[in-house]
């Protein structure tokens, strides 16, 4: 079958409104057009909101996000909602956070400064059964396990 690659619709989360629009811009501009964001949301509780009103194929959320962390968060989607994947980025990562987003059964877990070029692939990316995680990161939690 030829024509249009699916459309992926993507829900932003993260405390920081200036993060969010920015990222949605950048995801706006790359040369495919297959990623719509389809909302943002600034709170671990009004995603879960969101998400159910939307029903995003995938969630790019902060890991540190107030009310309902990215980590709570995505065990939340993955009973509301199975079909929809979750992406964390983070700061920084230690080797329980780390641990406990595979738990979650999150699909990503990136440097919160991912570029959208590199992000792109990752909320395209079907599960699998598979997490991608930022090589800076997992050595990260690595160095922390000590």
Sequence with gaps: ???????VRVLLADHDRRIRELRARLIALLPEDDLDVVAQTATGPQTLVTAVEYRPDVVLANLD?????GIRLAEALGTLLPDCRTVLVA??????????????GVTGFLPKA????DLAPVLRAPPAG????????LAD???AAG
């Design 65 to 69: 996000l107030p009310g309902l962390d």
């Design 91 to 104: 700061d920084h990562s230690d080797a329980t956070a780390l641990r406990d987003a595979l738990a979650a």
């Design 141 to 143: 939690a690595i160095t």
């Design 130 to 137: 598979r997490c991608h995680v930022d090589r800076a990161l």
């Design 114 to 117: 991912v570029s959208a070029a």
């Design 1 to 7: 079958m030829t024509g249009r690659p699916a459309r």
